[in-house]
């Protein structure tokens, strides 16, 4: 079977997801794919909530002459639209994406959002005033893994809407990633794609240091306060561990081999964690490796640095533009 090479990736917020993203990155770059990335937000090439407008997008490889764009790879934050994604990629692409369980996601959503100086301050400020997390911009929580995905916050308090929009989602994507089982969806993924498990090889990005525990009484609150999430997560958590049955008995082998795989890695490139301090004050681990390979180097690359190398083979022209980033190779 020939590797999948067409794939969209809706990377939600606050799960975990840099690092998936990491992954793709690091395959198409190596394999040569055309990645549909902004143009205009040369920080990573997210889109976010913006709309999939021609006009922002890097040209394909080969294609700045041609008038009808097609891309291999949509990465990033940007929310679900099937017709007009499927409108902009290769015939036979592949729908993923990755889902955390609601509290830790939330706990982890509201203090990178709000800024706030430790982890304690903005689960206080939940508990004494949730509604500031409601549809804040960039800082608004609640229910916005489905919101990812296509609703509105206002859709996601009809149930039944929440409920029929999930089965429709899971008809339309071929594999929804777990956060806490990430070594068991990889596994699942592998063999989806066709890929080996040296191609999904990866350095956990974004971890940050200081995590605030969740109580019973607090994660009960946040999963009355975003409830379409919390029926989202069950569902598919429920249908990994489905699909991981159906796998078959050789799952636990290969879960293990991915597993002395990702040590032996860490040895091979020889990698330490460095704990480093991000403009927002967020102190989150990173790693390095004194093996500068390529394949080791790679593995180090931040999702910043991945767009730099991508939007350049791209685009030559951006070159510029990207320099003025302060983003390093």
Not at 141 to 147: E, G, V
Not at 164 to 187: A, G, P
Not at 198 to 221: F, G, M, S, W
């Amino acid at each position: 079977m020939q590797p999948i090479t067409n794939i969209v990736y809706i990377k939600t917020h606050k799960t975990g997801s840099t690092s998936l993203h990491c992954i793709i990155c690091r395959y198409g770059y190596d394999n040569k794919l055309s990645f549909l990335f902004s143009k205009e937000n040369t920080k990573n090439g997210y889109f976010r909530k913006t709309a999939l407008n021609p006009l922002k997008f890097l040209p394909p490889l080969g294609g700045a002459n041609n008038k009808t764009w097609k891309y291999n790879i949509l990465s990033g934050h940007v929310t679900y639209s099937r017709n007009r994604m499927d409108s902009l990629m290769e015939e036979n692409t592949k729908y993923i994406t990755i889902l955390r369980e609601p509290a830790r996601q939330i706990e982890s959503h509201m203090n990178f959002f709000k800024l706030r100086k430790n982890v304690m301050a903005g689960i206080s400020l939940f508990t004494r005033q949730p509604s500031n997390f409601e549809n804040g911009g960039k800082s608004s929580s609640r229910n916005n893994q489905i919101r990812d995905l296509g609703l509105t916050l206002g859709e996601t308090s009809n149930e039944t809407f929440v409920n029929e929009t999930i089965e429709t989602l899971n008809k339309e994507f071929d594999l929804v990633l777990i956060t806490e089982y990430f070594d068991e969806s990889l596994v699942l993924l592998t063999r989806l794609f066709h890929w080996s498990v040296d191609d999904v090889i990866y350095l956990a990005k974004n971890q940050r240091v200081n995590r605030e525990i969740i109580t019973d009484e607090l994660r009960h609150q946040i999963y009355q306060w975003s409830r379409a999430d919390v029926l989202l997560y069950r569902y598919f958590n429920e249908t990994l561990w489905r699909r991981i049955s159906e796998y078959g008995p050789e799952f636990e082998d290969d879960l293990a081999f991915l597993r002395s795989r990702l040590l032996q890695t860490n040895k091979q490139c020889n990698t330490s964690e460095a704990v480093e301090a991000t403009k927002l004050k967020i102190k989150r681990v990173e790693y390095v490796s004194a093996n500068f390979s390529m394949y080791c180097q790679e593995l180090t690359r931040l999702s910043m640095d991945w767009y730099k190398h991508i939007a350049i083979r791209q685009d030559p022209t951006i070159f510029g533009k990207v320099m003025s980033t302060n983003i390093s190779l």
